[in-house]
């Protein structure tokens, strides 16, 4: 038995502000979170995005797991230069 993960793509549009996401095809490390209808963030910076962009909007599980991994390099952060 296998299991099948859907991806469920959508466009920029489509999300609310505040949500998280990935483009398709970009690896795990880079997670955006919608700003307004023609913005995001990444890694704390603006970036302007066509609405029409497909996304795929994070899920609970994947957002948890991005906080824990920019916790853990901000720790590894401080250890190394401090």
Excluded: W
């Excluded at 095809?25 to 609405?51: A, D, E, W």
Aim: hydrophobic share 35%; with cysteine.
């Amino acid at each position: 038995m296998s299991v099948v993960t859907l991806l469920t793509v959508m466009t920029f549009h489509q999300l609310r502000t505040g949500e998280y996401f990935r483009i398709p095809g970009m690896t795990s490390r880079y997670v955006y979170r919608k700003v307004n209808n023609s913005s995001c963030r990444l890694n704390g910076f603006l970036q302007p995005i066509h609405s029409q962009s497909l996304v795929k909007r994070l899920n609970v599980a994947e957002i948890k797991e991005y906080i824990v991994q920019q916790q853990s390099e901000l720790e590894s952060f401080e250890t190394d230069y401090y």
